[in-house]
């Protein structure tokens, strides 16, 4: 699976951004996607996660009511909506595919495939 990141940029707190991670290659409908993020001089972290289906999201508990994960396997797109978006929220933020379940929490998955990261800045 090929994952192309885009939608990133610099915005104030308070305003929303919209990611996008366009997938080609496997069937998309197969893997379960995640927006995983790394501020500078931090380590990498999970932000949301949706399932294959569609059916199960999972959020970081820092993002929980403001980001919001979708998927389109007709179009093999998966967006992070980021609303009410905070200095905090600045990282780089990638896209990652994985032929499974991310499970309860997200963290320590080894997910299969990575995008490149898309930049996001929030100015306070």
């Known amino acids: 699976v090929q994952l192309q990141a885009s939608g990133g940029g610099l915005v104030q707190a308070g305003g929303s951004l919209r990611l996008s991670c366009a997938a080609s290659?496997?069937?998309?409908?197969?893997?379960?996607v995640g927006w995983l993020r790394q501020a500078p001089g931090k380590e990498r972290e999970f932000v949301a996660g949706?399932?294959?289906?569609?059916?199960?999201?999972l959020y970081a508990d820092s993002v929980k009511g403001r980001f919001t994960i979708s998927r389109d396997n007709v179009k093999n797109t998966v967006h992070l909506q980021m609303n009410s978006l905070k200095p905090e929220d600045t990282a780089v933020y990638y896209c990652?595919?994985?032929?499974?379940?991310?499970?309860?929490?997200?963290?320590?998955?080894?997910?299969?495939?990575w995008g490149q990261g898309t930049e996001v800045t929030v100015s306070s």
């Open positions: 990652a595919a994985l032929l499974g379940s991310f499970g309860k929490t997200g963290w320590g998955v080894r997910w299969n495939y």
């Open positions: 290659g496997h069937t998309f409908s197969d893997y379960a």
């Open positions: 949706i399932s294959s289906s569609g059916g199960n999201m």
